[in-house]
């Protein structure tokens, strides 16, 4: 059994880095498409740091961010509440609740963005005065999940989106149709789904597609997402797991992610990037995850990204959740 493991996993990788290696032209259409806040990948830290390989692996309230059939499979209630310090003072936290309701799975969540200052200054370096929050972006949104066969999850997401910047207000409707296939107790999954359905014009519509490994102790998954304003762009993430019945108190993840986002420089010396050797790539993501079930009675979760991107910065998330 285990060489026959090793051998799908061989295959797998293979597969995945050769479909990789097929995108590189740019796209014509790139930055065509409003509420751009929409690809940071708020309320997912788990998805953040395997670079954005998600689709097919995620689940619970993180699931409904990427790819709502990933809730199909949740058996208890879940409330998750989660926090994004992104570039140049920009705040970005969301919260979930999972409900299930017999073989369906009701979804909710809500999305805050802020950015409250910036350093504005015109064509000749003057400072501009501005008062108030340059954005305040609300994203809120409806899940309905289920399974069938056992092994098939369908999800889809309707979403209401207020855009605010700088006091120009744009107020949109988009939807997630996505789906799950699970094969051979959960060892591979294939997914996907359309995303931010709608008039591509306001909202980045995209296109995803992955399919993930899994064994006890690690997994692997890859993905290519295709958004209408930006060329076909891929994502590859491993997981580390250590199991519960190992340490005898929680089931701990180690992650590790790689995505071909544009360049974006070299890190300030003396940033973390910089000391982990990391200055000068803007395409690795790091994280981990923990969950314990026997916290008070009820489920633990808690999970964190690192996005180093060059000479912007780095971005970090982290999400607690409680499942009862």
Not at 124 to 142: F, H, R
Not at 152 to 157: E, I, N, Q, V
Not at 297 to 304: A, H, I
Request: net charge negative; charged share 15%; with cysteine.
């Amino acid at each position: 059994m285990k060489n026959i493991n090793f051998k799908l996993s061989v295959v797998f990788q293979v597969l995945l880095l050769c479909a990789a290696a097929a995108w590189a032209a740019p796209d014509p259409w790139a930055g065509t498409s409003a509420s751009a806040f929409l690809k940071l990948g708020t309320g997912a830290p788990a998805a953040q740091a395997l670079g954005n390989a998600f689709t097919a692996s995620g689940s619970g309230a993180q699931a409904l961010f990427w790819n709502p059939a990933g809730a199909a499979a949740a058996t208890t209630r879940q409330v998750q509440v989660s926090h994004m310090k992104w570039f140049e003072g920009v705040g970005d936290s969301a919260v979930a609740y999972i409900q299930p309701m017999g073989r369906t799975v009701l979804g909710v969540t809500a999305r805050y963005l802020r950015l409250g200052s910036l350093d504005n200054r015109n064509e000749m370096g003057i400072p501009q005065d501005y008062s108030g929050d340059i954005m305040k972006d609300l994203v809120a949104s409806v899940s309905l999940a289920r399974t069938f066969f056992t092994a098939l999850d369908l999800g889809a997401t309707a979403k209401y989106i207020n855009e605010n910047n700088a006091g120009t207000r744009h107020i949109n409707a988009a939807f997630d149709l996505g789906a799950r296939l699970r094969l051979f107790n959960d060892k591979i999954m294939f997914g996907l789904m359309g995303q931010n359905l709608g008039d591509s014009a306001e909202v980045p519509t995209a296109v995803r597609g992955g399919a993930a490994f899994n064994t006890k102790y690690f997994s692997i998954g890859g993905e290519l997402v295709d958004y209408a304003d930006d060329k076909m762009r891929y994502g590859i993430g491993l997981a580390l797991h250590i199991p519960e019945d190992i340490v005898q108190v929680a089931t701990f993840d180690i992650r590790l992610g790689y995505y071909n986002r544009e360049s974006t420089g070299a890190a300030e010396e003396g940033s973390i990037p910089e000391r982990i050797g990391l200055e000068n790539t803007s395409k690795v993501t790091l994280g981990f995850g923990f969950y314990s079930s026997e916290v008070l009675g009820y489920g633990l979760g808690l999970d964190y990204a690192m996005m180093p991107s060059g000479a912007l910065g780095t971005a970090h998330q982290i999400a607690v959740r409680l499942e009862f």
